[in-house]
């Protein structure tokens, strides 16, 4: 009987960059989601990097403390294959932002500026900035 090795699957992953992307759109900390769901700031972690997958008992506790339901970790995801249809969704680009301190910094003080031409003149030098890059 071979050993099967244990993988890092897509939409492990994936959920791992959801739940993050959540816990820091709140404001908790790891060691905080730990303790509510009864881990360690270690194995939220592995959870955050996909590198341990979360039960479904467990994903369900996730969503109530931050406050979404249990599809929110699966939206703009990998498909069943494991694979992407076509280009990743914009879902996914943001769930790798918003799982940044940068990202989340960036979002928050943006939605602070209320002027919507200096809002929009952002945008176009950040569009800029990125064809250049």
Do not use: W
Not at 30 to 50: N, P, R, S
Not at 88 to 98: I, M, V
């Amino acid at each position: 009987m071979a050993v099967q090795t244990k993988s890092v699957q897509p939409t492990d992953v994936y959920v791992g960059k959801r739940i993050r992307m959540r816990r820091m759109m709140l404001g908790i900390s790891q060691e905080k989601l730990g303790d509510a769901l009864g881990l360690t700031f270690q194995q939220v972690q592995k959870y955050e990097k996909g590198t341990n997958r979360v039960s479904a008992s467990k994903l369900q506790r996730t969503a109530n403390i931050l406050q979404v339901p249990v599809s929110f970790f699966f939206e703009g995801g990998p498909d069943e294959g494991g694979g992407r249809k076509g280009a990743p969704s914009a879902t996914f680009r943001f769930a790798d932002l918003l799982g940044t301190s940068e990202g989340v910094a960036l979002c928050e003080s943006f939605d602070k500026i209320e002027d919507k031409k200096l809002r929009l003149s952002i945008v176009h030098l950040i569009e800029r900035i990125a064809e250049a890059a």
